[in-house]
């Protein structure tokens, strides 16, 4: 890990650096970046996460030469009491990133009463030690995107003077404060989540994270000024060109490379659950979250990913 530190362009803050591609993960190659997890939800979502071997059977992933699509299954009532919940999809890098800038090229996202999906990045082994970024994440096709840290105790966000386009939530970054809220910082911009998203043809995420800061940044497929090395990504990119980010995470009064270790890419689509769940009933959905879920496959038709590409640099 040292070497690769030493390596890493000399950073600054908020004018960001240059990296150079590590991984370009596109169709066929997400099968090959990533391990499928059939675990049970941490979260406690009404969810069964299938293995590779039941996903690509059920059609619940789907790659060609340029496409990968992951969703949840659409077709079938879960009438077994016994069932956890719907089938579903949760996917890990096999690598593991520090310092680097990461790339999301998303079409569409999961939508749909009681959906709860993520692109976010951690150390499951060491968690939550190792530090959790959430890069796309919301509930129940409700407001825009939010992009939160979770931590150990002892990290916290400056409430103001950060250089971001979004709006600040909460500030204690410690897991085992506020019910786990982290510190998360809301985008301002519509076409961030859910339906308006995926109306506008999706777009692109990314991060940058460094020893000393970390930016996630939003551009709608259907908005103007995309930066070339996002909009078509090549074997570099510069993060000094990408502008102001949604969300600035500063080290003022969190030392990032101490809160944060070696972190794998984590995708997943949940339903109900913790976040979902909790809020189900004043997001304007119908029945309960659970019996949504299991009484109305149809619904879920729309429930989910389907990625261009994911680059990654170092
Ligand atoms: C899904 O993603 C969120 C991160 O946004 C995480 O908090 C949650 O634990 C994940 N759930 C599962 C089951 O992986
Ligand atoms: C599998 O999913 C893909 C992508 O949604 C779709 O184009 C294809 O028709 C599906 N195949 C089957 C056999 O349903
Ligand atoms: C915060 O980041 C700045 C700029 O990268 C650096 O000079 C400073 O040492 C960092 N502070 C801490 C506490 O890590």
Redo the contacts with the bound molecule.
């Keep these: 890990m040292q070497s690769i530190l030493l390596l890493a362009p000399f950073l600054t803050p908020v004018l960001g650096g240059t990296y150079s591609l590590s991984s370009n993960i596109v169709g066929q190659g997400f099968y090959d970046a990533f391990n499928f997890e059939a675990i049970p ?3 406690a ?1 009404r ?1 069964n996460y299938v293995d590779q071997a039941t996903a690509v059977a059920d059609n619940l992933t789907y790659a060609s030469d340029n496409t990968f699509i992951m969703r949840a299954d659409f077709t079938t009532v879960i009438s077994d009491s016994s069932s956890t919940g719907r089938n579903s999809v ?1 996917i890990r890098t096999n690598a593991a990133y520090t310092t680097h800038a990461a790339v999301f090229d998303i079409a569409h996202m999961p939508q749909g009463c009681g959906t ?1 999906p ?1 692109v ?1 990045e951690t150390n499951e082994g060491d968690w939550p030690a190792g530090g959790e970024v ?1 890069i796309v ?1 919301g509930v129940n096709n409700q407001g825009t995107d939010q992009i939160t840290l979770h931590t150990s105790p002892g990290c916290t966000m400056p409430a103001s003077g950060r250089q971001q386009t979004g709006t600040v939530v909460s500030t204690d970054c410690n897991t085992a404060d506020n019910g786990n809220q982290g510190c998360a910082v809301t985008s301002t911009a519509a076409s961030s989540f859910g339906p308006t998203f995926n109306a506008d043809g999706g777009g692109w995420y990314a991060i940058e994270r460094t020893d000393t800061f970390i930016n996630v940044w939003f551009w709608s497929r259907s908005a103007g000024g995309v930066p070339a090395d996002v909009s078509a990504p090549g074997s570099s990119v510069d993060t000094s060109t990408w502008g102001t980010p949604t969300a600035n995470f500063p080290n003022t009064s969190c030392d990032i490379e101490e809160f944060f270790n070696a972190n794998n890419i ?1 995708i ?1 689509l ?1 339903f109900c659950g913790d976040w979902a769940g909790a809020v189900y009933g004043s997001s304007g959905c119908p029945s309960s979250c659970n019996d949504y879920v299991d009484q109305n496959p149809s619904a879920f038709v729309d429930a989910y990913f389907q990625f261009n590409s994911i680059n990654v640099y170092t």
């Design positions: 939800d941490p979260t979502g969810v949760r709860w993520a976010w959430d994440e984590i997943n949940t």
